[in-house]
């Protein structure tokens, strides 16, 4: 059984940054791909960004440039670097990984106020 959990998240002004972490139970070599999603109240839980063992990152038009994914291969551990922040970023952030099967974790609350 894998587990992902969330932490970093909080409420911060519009124009701040926040730095979310995800910290897997296992070697996040073994995770891959590993992602980050969020989901708005009333709304579809959506794709923010992910990132592949081999370097590869893919990211929501709405977040590039402003959200960086990383991995900490050391610690286990995926980031989510979000600079630039909006009103309509706020959400519940999962973090969220393939191995044998898909993991979630529980996700974190990330408010922004405008």
């Known amino acids: 059984q894998v587990q992902l959990v969330e932490s970093g998240g909080g409420l911060v002004q519009a124009g701040g940054s926040l730095r979310l972490s995800c910290a897997a139970s296992?070697?996040?070599?073994?995770?891959?791909?590993m992602a980050w999603y969020r989901q708005a109240p009333g709304k579809q839980r959506e794709l923010v960004a992910a990132s592949d063992t081999g370097g590869n990152t893919n990211y929501a038009r709405s977040v590039k440039g402003r959200f960086t994914i990383s991995r900490d291969y050391a610690k286990n551990t995926v980031y989510l670097q979000m600079n630039g922040l909006k009103s309509e970023d706020t959400g519940v952030y999962y973090c969220?990984?393939?191995?044998?099967?898909?993991?979630w974790g529980q996700g974190t609350q990330v408010t922004v106020s405008s």
């Open positions: 969220h990984g393939v191995l044998t099967a898909q993991y």
């Open positions: 296992v070697s996040i070599v073994s995770i891959n791909p």
